[in-house]
Structure formats: structure tokens, C-alpha cells
């Protein structure tokens, strides 16, 4: 691994994934996010963060997006509230790394953009 990926891992293993719970509460105020957050997708926009600075993170993101829009995962709409959960309530919202802020936002646009 370099050391890009090292700092990104180290950044994401310091700052876990808030728990389901913590989820709720942060959402409170975003019924819509929170209405289509649930804990299945919950599991789903943690691998995510989990795995930014994976090299495989295009696959799980690939992924994602398939089980999300095609499966019981609550199709496009949910896909976008979710990642946009992500980018809000998540430690990402906290990252100075540019370069897993980058890749992030990678994803958030490339969903923002599927119709």
C-alpha cells in the first residue's frame, strides 16, 4: 500500500463509522435522508467509507449502486440521500486529507448524476 492510502486508512480507522444509533440522531432533522437511510443501507454506506482508500473501492461502489437501485435497497433516490448521508454525517465531513476528500467526492458526483 502507499503512503496516500496508508494516511487514508489511518484517517478512516481513527475516525469509525458512526453506529446506527448515532446515524438516527444525527439524521433527525433530514427526514428525507433519514427516511431513506435504514439499516440495510446503513451496512452499505459503511463498506463505503470503510474502503475509500481501497484499491477495489470502485467495485464496491460499482456494487452499491447495483444493490441499491436494483434490489431491495430503495432504488435511485435512496441511492442519492444516502450518499449525501455520507457526505454530512460521516467523518468525511471532517477529513483535510485531499485525497480522500477527492476520491469521495468522486463518488458523490458520479451519483449525483445518475438519472
Do not use: A
Not at 433527525?28 to 463505503?48: A, F, P, Q
Not at 454525517?89 to 476528500?101: Q, R
Amino acid at each position: 500500500m502507499d503512503e496516500i492510502s496508508e494516511r487514508m486508512k489511518k484517517f478512516i480507522e481513527s475516525n469509525p463509522y458512526p453506529s446506527y444509533t448515532e446515524m438516527e440522531e444525527l439524521q433527525s432533522r433530514k427526514i428525507v435522508l433519514d427516511s431513506e437511510y435504514g439499516l440495510y443501507n446503513h451496512h452499505l454506506c459503511r463498506n463505503i467509507y470503510e474502503n475509500l482508500y481501497h484499491e477495489k473501492c470502485n467495485e464496491y461502489v460499482d456494487n452499491w449502486i447495483r444493490v441499491v437501485t436494483t434490489g431491495s435497497g430503495g432504488g435511485i433516490f435512496t441511492l442519492k440521500c444516502n450518499v449525501e448521508t455520507l457526505r454530512l454525517f460521516t467523518p468525511i465531513s471532517k477529513c483535510d486529507i485531499p485525497e480522500l476528500l477527492e476520491k469521495f467526492k468522486e463518488i458523490y458526483y458520479f451519483i449525483k448524476k445518475i438519472s
